[in-house]
């Protein structure tokens, strides 16, 4: 039994650990109910280059670049750019049709977003295109009509990053597209939001983000092309000292999986990304901890490194425990015990987390009362399904595959920001 006693040690240490390290991100919460957003500098006038990497989206596309044409910012400061990265669709024909200037890509060696926004990037300096600002965004999104307006607000306050409010066109569809529109939920109004409030950095989740001319000319172009470029971005720029900021006003939409075998597809790649991410930078994090303004660092390093390498280690030790414990036939109720009272705290931490994000972004949700209850019950089943694409994640060969999207929706299908929603537009 001494052997069960240890095992449990060390659960009892990881469970510890991991509380330690995320228990400052409990504390996000209460920051919004106490600390109000500054007010806007002076707004400035910006030109801005879109950017968007696209393979084989003719199906969304239009969507997108029509919500881009009928924002309230002015026309003539707005250029639309798409890559058609390797596509065998009429991509490129659909966003010619809407204005969009098009190059096409074809490269099956270097594949992913990071590699298409560079070549997207330096064919635009070749061609002459130069712009105050870039902003980036996924084939899929939709734009609330103002979102440009909003953001310009932010690049005007000084911000040469800004990442901005991540909601879903399809929230309702099924517990997995809820589970994931709640999680990025919680990333923006969870630790974004407070992030910015209390003065540190927030990060780049995907899409939706702006960046400067400056930043471009620091980096050369676009040299972030690990599985999870939006987090190498983030944290390459946080290396250096920068704030990235975020403009909870400028909202945008986007697709999300339906079905769990695409989910775990997606989030495999991210997992992998995330331990990339660990093996290049986590030494640079780990000592920008001690430098003034660390507190960036430690944030980014904790949001990376618990989920993956504690998640992986509790997952193994608890298997190993119940492994033994069957074979030796020694304290099989006991190992049992404590893994079951150690997924209830588990799926009680979780509920409580989307129970705080639902309620705090109710009005935004755009998903019947009932589908946002659904979304809130099965989140912890959602979020668990994460621990095994972690683990797969250490041992698996993992390649970026692009994601099939297929919610053509328009713009007027989206929520207006205070009003309430009801329901998809015909």
């Known amino acids: 039994m001494e052997w069960i006693c240890r095992m449990q040690s060390l659960q009892t240490g990881i469970t510890v650990l991991f509380f330690l390290c995320c228990f400052y991100q409990l504390l996000y919460i209460i920051v919004p109910l106490w600390k109000k957003p500054k007010a806007h500098k002076p707004e400035k006038p910006h030109r801005y280059g879109v950017l968007i990497a696209a393979r084989n989206e003719e199906q969304v596309i239009g969507c997108l670049l029509d919500s881009i044409r009928e924002q309230d910012y002015p026309d003539d400061l707005v250029d639309v750019f798409v890559v058609a990265d390797n596509c065998t669709d009429a991509t490129a024909r659909v966003a010619r049709e809407r204005g969009a200037v098009v190059y096409e890509r074809y490269n099956e060696t270097m594949v992913g977003k990071g590699y298409a926004l560079d070549y997207l990037l330096r064919r635009m300096e070749e061609d002459g295109m130069i712009y105050d600002g870039y902003l980036v965004f996924d084939a899929d999104n939709l734009l609330q009509k103002d979102y440009i307006t909003q953001i310009n607000r932010a690049f005007s306050d000084g911000y040469e990053i800004v990442t901005s409010y991540r909601n879903s066109k399809n929230y309702g569809d099924s517990w997995i597209s809820s589970g994931c529109g709640l999680w990025f939920l919680r990333e923006t ?238």
């Not at 495999?268 to 995330?274: A, D, E």
């Not at 979780?350 to 949700?365: I, K, N």
């Not at 809130?376 to 692009?402: G, H, I, K, M, N």
Request: hydrophobic content about 45%; aromatic content about 10%; some cysteine.
């Open 189 to 426: 109004a969870g630790l974004n939001e407070p992030r910015h409030l209390l003065g540190t950095s927030c990060a780049v989740s995907g899409t939706g983000f702006l960046f400067s001319r400056k930043v471009l000319e620091e980096n050369r172009g676009w040299p972030f092309h690990l599985l999870t470029e939006d987090v190498e971005f983030s944290v390459a720029e946080i290396l250096k000292g920068r704030r990235i900021g975020f403009c909870g006003a400028a909202e945008y939409f986007d697709e999300q999986p339906v079905d769990l075998g695409q989910s775990v597809r997606q989030r495999l790649r991210w997992s992998k990304g995330y331990l990339q991410v660990m093996a290049r930078y986590g030494g640079a994090l780990l000592r920008g901890c001690f430098r003034k303004g660390g507190f960036a660092c430690f944030d980014m390093l904790m949001s990376i490194l618990p989920a993956i390498v504690l998640g992986c280690t509790g997952i193994l030790t608890a298997g190993a425990s119940l492994l033994a414990a069957l074979i030796t036939g020694e304290g099989v109720l006991l190992v049992i015990r404590s893994l079951v009272w150690g997924a209830v705290w588990g799926v009680l931490l979780l509920f409580l987390l989307g129970a705080v994000t639902l309620v705090s972004q109710w009005d935004r949700v755009p998903a019947t009362p009932w589908q946002k209850l659904r979304s809130l019950l099965t989140f912890p089943l959602y979020t668990a399904t994460c621990l095994p694409v972690s683990v797969a994640a250490v041992f698996c060969r993992v390649e970026w595959r692009p994601i099939r999207h297929t919610v053509a929706i328009s713009r007027a299908a989206l929520p207006v920001r205070g009003k309430k929603w009801a329901g998809k537009a015909s």
